[in-house]
């Protein structure tokens, strides 16, 4: 007998019971796995801390304008023998530019009568705050045998009414002569009204 050349595939057939079997056997493994995958997100993102309350902002406050020094504790260049040396006026302003304001005194000895010569010092704070204010320049000095009126600084310049004598014959109580000066600094010294004159440091 001859035998064909195609085997019989009749052991390869599925019955159809088989069939069923294995189609709930695939229906079941599917199902399950579709449980087994995560479903949508639905959870929202966690919510960021919120950062923390600073606070008030602290203000940044400027440093305070220096100030003019006192007279208190200078050393003026003024003889006054066993007398003191006394300060009649004063006055504060930047006489250079510099934004640190200086002091204008004007100073005489204490004669206890008659009008005592002035004489006009500027004064500059020292290096330590704790150290007594320097005089760093002479602007009239006594040997001018001269008294002071209307002595003010007004826009960095000094300005005064100088009162003096005509002769030496004249009281020294009643000066009958007057002169408006101004100092102003020049950069390296200060001039006075009269541009002969300079005062320097």
């Known amino acids: 007998m001859q035998h064909p050349a195609v085997p019989e595939l009749a052991h390869t057939r599925a019955r159809p019971l088989h069939w069923v079997a294995t189609a709930a056997a695939v229906s079941a493994v599917v199902a399950l796995t579709g449980l087994l995958q995560p479903g949508p997100a639905t959870a929202q993102p966690a ?9 008030p902002a602290k203000e940044s406050r400027p440093a305070p304008p220096p100030t003019a020094p006192g007279t208190e504790g200078a050393e003026f260049p003024l003889d006054c023998g ?9 006055a504060e302003g930047d006489l250079d530019g510099d934004r640190a304001p200086e002091t204008v005194a004007v100073v005489h000895c204490d004669a206890g009568s008659g009008t005592p010569p002035r004489a006009v010092y500027v004064l500059t704070a020292g290096q330590d705050p704790k150290a007594p204010p320097r005089v760093v320049a002479t602007l009239l000095d006594p040997l001018e045998q001269r008294s002071i009126d209307n002595f003010t ?22 000066p009958d002569t007057e002169e408006n000066v101004t100092w102003r600094w020049s950069g ?13 440091a």
């Open 47 to 55: 919510a960021q801390a919120a950062p923390a309350d600073p606070g």
């Open 82 to 90: 066993p007398a003191d040396a006394v300060v009649q006026d004063e």
């Open 153 to 174: 600084i007004r826009d960095g310049v000094v300005r005064a009414t100088l009162l003096g004598y005509s002769s030496v014959d004249i009281p020294r109580c009643c």
């Open 188 to 200: 390296k010294a200060f001039l006075r009204s009269d541009p002969a004159r300079s005062a320097g």
